[in-house]
């Protein structure tokens, strides 16, 4: 029955997680649109973040008009997040042999935060954007752990 628990618990995390990456990856495609939809609701926001979606917007505007070709780099970044939440079906399926995809996946996390500073910076992202990023990564670590603790568990009891 403990084992079966454990499995439950496991399993409901990383469909959790495939989900948040599914979605992720998905609302890429609609960025523009996006956007749109948030400019509008603008009034809502603290004036910097407003003044910075409003940014993003004319930008992504001004790209797909004139240089529509550079949106595919964001196509395959939908793609890279969809691709990456179908490889959790591998622990989803059998948690103690694919449990190095936790591992792979807690690490991931934690270099987002790296990353999101050193490019972040150098592309003028502002450092309320940069800290929203890094809570991505931070937030996606605390499943992975839960997961990565309950598969040890598991692989004891197994």
């Known amino acids: 029955?403990?084992?079966k628990r454990l499995l439950s618990k496991i399993r409901g995390v990383i469909w959790f997680f495939i989900i948040v990456l599914l979605v992720s990856g998905i609302t890429v495609f609609p960025l523009e649109s996006e956007l749109a939809w948030l400019t509008n609701h603008s009034s809502l926001m603290p004036p910097a973040l407003s003044e910075w979606i409003q940014k993003c917007?004319?930008?992504?505007?001004?790209?797909?008009a004139q240089y529509p070709m550079l949106?595919?780099?964001?196509?395959w970044l939908a793609f890279a997040h969809i691709i990456i939440a179908l490889a959790y079906i591998g622990?989803?399926?059998?948690?103690i042999k694919n449990s190095w995809l936790i591992d792979w996946g807690l690490i991931s996390c934690m270099?987002?935060?790296p990353l999101a500073f050193t490019a972040?910076?150098?592309?003028q992202i502002p450092l309320f954007h940069i800290l929203i990023d890094c809570s991505f990564g931070i937030i996606g670590i605390i499943p992975l752990w839960l997961c990565k603790r309950w598969i040890k568990k598991l692989a004891l009891i197994s």
């Open 1 to 3: 029955m403990r084992r």
């Open 57 to 64: 917007y004319d930008a992504i505007v001004g790209m797909n």
């Open 91 to 95: 622990p989803l399926r059998d948690p």
């Open 71 to 75: 949106a595919y780099g964001y196509d």
């Open 111 to 113: 270099a987002v935060i």
């Open 120 to 123: 972040g910076t150098m592309r």
